[in-house]
């Protein structure tokens, strides 16, 4: 096969925005050319033309739920990484509350077998912690998975870890990034039994942030900030959700030094309360989307670096599950293919820049997870990378949307942007609307 030449894209890489060509050849990033291009490179190389274009590392998404193994009618592997690469993210980050959970090392490689056969884009999954599995989490390969997901508080299935001993084993023995679900129970089954005292079984779904309140957010999030602060762990906090957990993290870019990192999502980015009376149970997420003071602060968090990434906490359900009353309505809903265009929004409205955009959704998550040679645009590197027509509208709407769901909370919503192409290791697997199913993403490998 003749290597691509990606030719005079606006480049957005470490905090620069140039004019330059890309050469990619056995699915590696070969040359970067920012001046002349020998003719003879570019009569060999079949050439892509990007002038106007914006070219970025491929999205790294540290969160996501695919729900494969055991719930595959809302989604499967396939369905959501077609998903993925149309919305220019070329890795992924699955969370362990499938069926069975991935709690134990032989569910771990039983999942990464599974995606090397079915995932178009590349893939890591967390193994989750329990009360009671820590040898396992401590006999795991920490070349194989991205972290150690720890649900403090809010249970899902038997994964909620409130033992105090089991705690401190974790963060005291445990040497890569434990990424915690913060949100306290006691306080949201409290708040939870008041409204029903009142609404019975017709609680209103604007409520939702009042029974997971602000209130039970930070009482978790103090929790594992004092215990990473105790024994010098590496804590990731997911999805933050409110202002006031922002005084519990650093301002500053992310090193290896920084013990504390965080994560907002992009619905809470995009979405506030207000939203609650036309979109109904389609934005009820956990951690609740919360106030437009909650989600300015996330936005200027980002910009300021008390919060490291932005990912989507991806979570399909079906149309007929989501379309209940608030008590029967799960959490959740599908992002992938709409985070980066959603993201490209927001900086055409001015809120937030290209390099932050990519520094947050590309770099730190390569770095904070330590991805080998992936989320930048470098010679060397594995050629992810996502060309972006900044002017090309489109409209989300049910004949676009590849979810296996088939619905977004984003339906009407309007994007200048349209992603292009989206190479997941210099293979195209996505080509204005065509996805070639017949490529295969890799494990990422850490280098730690």
Not at 186 to 196: A, C, E, G, P
Request: glycine share 4%.
């Amino acid at each position: 096969m003749k290597p691509f030449l990606i030719h005079e894209a606006t480049i957005v890489n470490e905090n620069k925005k140039q004019t330059g060509s890309v050469l990619i050849s056995e699915g590696i990033i070969d040359t970067i050319y920012y001046k002349k291009i020998p003719r003879n490179i570019i009569q060999s190389s079949e050439t892509i033309n990007a002038k106007g274009k914006y070219l970025f590392p491929g999205v790294i998404d540290e969160h996501v739920h695919f729900r494969e193994p055991g719930l595959t009618y809302k989604a499967d592997i396939l369905s959501e990484t077609k998903a993925a690469v149309a919305g220019g993210i070329t890795s992924y980050m699955e969370m362990p509350n499938t069926y069975p959970q991935t709690i134990t090392t032989r569910a771990l490689d039983e999942k990464l077998s599974l995606a090397a056969v079915k995932s178009l884009a590349n893939y890591a999954f967390y193994i989750g912690a329990t009360n009671d599995n820590l040898d396992e989490l401590l006999r795991t390969d920490p070349t194989k998975t991205c972290g150690i997901k720890v649900f403090m508080g809010a249970s899902t299935g038997n994964m909620l870890v409130n033992n105090p001993d089991t705690l401190k084993h974790i963060f005291s023995e445990v040497k890569i990034p434990i990424a915690v679900h913060s949100e306290d129970e006691d306080i949201i089954q409290k708040n939870l039994q008041l409204y029903r005292k009142k609404y019975k079984n017709n609680i209103p779904v604007y409520l939702h942030p009042e029974i997971r309140s602000e209130e039970a957010c930070y009482k978790s999030t103090v929790k594992a900030v004092e215990l990473a602060n105790q024994y010098n762990a590496r804590l990731h906090i997911l999805h933050l959700s409110t202002a006031s957990e922002l005084e519990l993290l650093e301002g500053r870019s992310y090193s290896k030094n920084k013990l504390i990192t965080g994560e907002v999502c992009v619905h809470h980015l995009w979405f506030d309360d207000s939203d609650y009376k036309s979109l109904g149970t389609r934005i009820k997420w956990n951690p609740a989307i919360k106030t437009r003071k909650d989600r300015e602060a996330l936005l200027e968090a980002v910009k300021s670096n008390k919060i490291d990434t932005i990912a989507t906490d991806h979570a399909p359900h079906t149309w007929e599950e989501k379309n209940r009353d608030y008590l029967h309505s799960p959490s959740g809903g599908p992002m992938v293919q709409h985070s980066l265009p959603a993201m490209l929004e927001m900086h055409n409205r001015n809120m937030i820049d290209l390099e932050t955009i990519v520094e947050k959704m590309c770099h730190t998550p390569a770095r904070i997870f330590s991805v080998e040679k992936r989320g930048f645009i470098r010679e060397g590197y594995r050629a992810d990378l996502v060309l972006v027509n900044p002017d090309n509208p489109w409209t989300v709407s049910k004949d676009n949307i590849l979810y296996k769901c088939h619905w977004s909370p984003l339906e009407g919503t309007q994007f200048k942007n349209r992603i292009e192409k989206t190479f997941v290791n210099g293979q195209l697997a996505y080509d204005n609307g065509t996805i070639n199913e017949d490529i295969r993403g890799k494990a990422l490998t850490f280098n730690r």
